[in-house]
């Protein structure tokens, strides 16, 4: 079973990688393979595992996903609406010269990563904080 699950992976890695080529998008075969191989290791199990704990590593993988899920909606969503008054364009302009050499371009873009990783750096924080208060309420609720 360990040897048709990372066959799978890999699969889903070849996929991904030939997106361009088959014209599938990488969201739906990743969701595909990924939903595919936890089905198979639920009906035909892993490595011994009983279904309970199958079924508690499932809902470990799905609060970690939903997680993820939520920053990444959050922060999409926080820059579009950045993106949508302007602010942006208007930074870019102001911080730009209409010349820019490339060793300065690289400086900015560095400052700017830099910048906006520790923002968001401080709303994963968040988000792993709502991650254990939902696991413990999942606990608490649901044993």
Partial sequence: M????????LAALLLVIFEDLIHINKAKTTLFIGTLSWLLVYIFGLNGLSHAEISEKLNENLLEIATLWLFLMS???FVAYLNSRGFISN???MMLPSSLHE????????????LFSSLLTRRSKVSDIMREWTKKLMQENYP
């Fill in 103 to 114: 060793r300065t371009l690289m400086l900015l873009l560095g400052g700017f990563a830099f």
């Fill in 91 to 93: 930074l870019i302009q």
């Fill in 75 to 77: 922060a999409m969503t």
């Fill in 2 to 9: 360990t040897f048709f699950l990372v066959a799978l992976a």
